[in-house]
Nanobody
């Protein structure tokens, strides 16, 4: 099992930036895929950005050019740099570990507890 703990959420104004972090521990399996998802009340959880163990990244169309997913060299911390934030980016953001080739096709095995991001206009 993989343990995931998010941090870095908060409140910003439109156009601002935040960086989310996810501390990763436990049994990271070979060929894993890591991702960030978000959810607002009453809507399904949606994939935002993902990164494969080989470094290949993928993004939802809604965040392309604004968000960047990355990992540290030890691969025990996952990041999501969010720039040019919009009110529609307001959600609880979750770190996830699993399998897949893109954020759209990722199968999630483990979830973090989530961190709130609020963007005000």
């Amino acid at each position: 099992q993989v343990q995931l703990v998010e941090s870095g959420g908060g409140s910003v104004q439109t156009g601002g930036s935040l960086r989310l972090s996810c501390a990763v521990s436990g049994d990271i399996y070979r060929g894993y895929y890591m991702g960030w998802f978000r959810q607002v009340p009453g809507k399904e959880r949606e994939g935002v950005a993902g990164i494969h163990n080989n470094g290949r990244t993928s993004y939802a169309d809604s965040v392309k050019g604004r968000f960047t997913i990355s990992q540290n060299n030890a691969k025990n911390t996952l990041y999501l740099q969010m720039n040019s934030l919009k009110p529609e980016d307001t959600a609880v953001y979750y770190c996830a570990a699993g399998w897949g080739g893109s954020i759209a096709t990722m199968t999630t095995i483990d979830w973090g507890q989530g961190t709130q991001v609020t963007v005000s206009s």
